[in-house]
């Protein structure tokens, strides 16, 4: 059985998700957001729940959107609501405070 707050989150996740690729799809073709997003598309996954390191020590539940194609990841933060680059450690993702829209946070490495 799913969990119904595992959904509604998924759920969430995509809403944002869907907005913001729909708004990089009628951006001008020259733009930063239509020459990332194929890239981004492409390393899309599912929602998945992660634990994400941040300063402090504190560990919390986060959403991992983009496949671990490197050293980089993004996340969804849901206390937040918003999207975080993580970089990958031997502890685990690891929050590096560059936080926004998923396809700025993406862009900014890639």
Not at 36 to 52: I, M
Not at 60 to 83: A, E, H, K, N, Q
Request: net charge negative; charged share 25%.
């Amino acid at each position: 059985m799913v969990d119904g707050g595992v959904v509604a989150m998924t759920e969430r996740i995509r809403d944002r998700l869907d907005a913001e690729i729909a708004d990089a799809r009628r951006a001008a073709p020259d733009s930063w957001q239509s020459r990332t997003l194929g890239d981004f598309l492409a390393d899309l996954q599912e929602p998945k729940k992660v634990g994400v390191n941040f300063s402090g020590g504190a560990v919390l539940d986060c959403w991992m959107v983009t496949r671990d194609t490197g050293p980089y990841s993004v996340v969804y933060l849901p206390d937040r609501d918003v999207f975080s680059l993580a970089v990958a450690s031997v502890f685990g993702p690891v929050d590096i405070s560059v936080h926004g829209p998923a396809l700025s946070c993406y862009g900014s490495v890639y």
